[in-house]
């Protein structure tokens, strides 16, 4: 075996390391922490019906859980793991944000409306629901519109931009209600079913879950003028490009596909968990053109000009 020779072996040993080297160098951000660690973590909401949510056996599903889910299988398959962990964590309106930014998880599934000021700190996928914000109330209260809360207690989750929206209201329309903030939207929607608030403003498919899944759904409607009309989104960690490309590639996926018109049929138009109920809530218009053109456009995209 000549010198040569071994020389020329050893220098492509040496190259292949090199290539292999850099080909593991690729990976930055997200997609390089998971595949470090072999695990993904799923930010989950625990009442934000029926994005995601919790059954009688308190696992998390529900439709932003799917469509995460669908997320974590292109990941395994990018990163060709044989397996891949997915952890949830459960997160509120308060710490989904810092939670997202800071690493704890990786993708948040929950109930999130993507606007500028949460751009500026996070990313976000392409939209998959669009929510009008309205009120729910108990019937035999007689309450029809936001006009009629001056001097009541009026209930919304802390860390929501439904807060913003009461108090640009209140301040546009001189009706001085009293807020008062549930720690998430079960909490919320508790002090509406006791009387301490006369009315819930929240995401509508929020509301109807939440009344649908209520002791007495009778006993309740969502009512009153939309404040809002916002793009709900899955949520991700800024500024990493490599993960924000699949997920988003995945997502417009499911959209071209057709995938996210049955995960929609099967969460909003079919009898759900934990009581089978079915919210009958059509596909709006607005989330019909989001699917056509995916984007990520922030809530300031939607307001009529």
């Known amino acids: 075996m000549s010198s040569n020779w071994k020389i020329g072996c050893a220098a492509a040993l040496v190259l292949a390391a090199g290539i292999q080297s850099a080909s593991a160098q690729e990976l930055t951000g997200t997609l390089k922490k998971v595949k470090d660690s072999g695990a993904i973590t799923l930010g989950i909401r625990e009442s934000s019906f029926p994005l995601s949510y919790l059954d009688a056996s308190q696992k998390p599903i529900g439709y932003h859980i799917d469509i995460c889910n669908k997320i974590a299988d292109a990941v395994k398959t990018r990163l060709a ?115 301490r608030a006369v009315a819930f403003v929240m995401d509508d498919n929020l509301l109807l879950g939440l009344i649908a899944n209520s002791k007495n759904p009778a006993e309740y409607a969502v009512v009153g003028e939309s404040l809002s009309v916002e793009p709900i989104a899955i949520m991700l960690r800024k500024d990493d490009p490599q993960f924000y490309g699949l997920v988003h590639a995945t997502v417009k996926d499911l959209m071209k596909s057709g995938e996210i018109d049955k995960l929609y049929q099967k969460w909003f138009l079919s009898p759900i968990p934990p009581k089978g109920v079915n919210l009958a809530f059509p596909m709006s218009d607005a989330l019909k053109n989001a699917i056509a053109n995916p984007n990520d456009n922030p809530k300031e995209a939607y307001v009529k000009k």
């Open 81 to 195: 793991l044989k397996a891949l962990t997915v952890n949830q964590q459960p997160v509120t309106s308060q710490n989904r944000i810092p939670l997202t930014v800071n690493g704890t998880i990786d993708l948040e599934c929950g109930s999130t409306t993507n606007d500028s000021s949460r751009q500026q700190q996070v990313s976000f996928a392409p939209t998959t629901y669009v929510t009008n914000v309205k009120m729910a109330v108990k019937k035999s209260s007689g309450i029809t519109s936001l006009s009629q809360l001056g001097g009541k207690p009026v209930a919304t989750t802390t860390g929501t931009t439904s807060v913003q929206l009461m108090r640009a209201n209140e301040k546009g329309k001189g009706v001085d209600f009293k807020e008062v903030y549930g720690k998430d939207h079960a909490d919320s929607f508790l002090m509406l079913e006791t009387d």
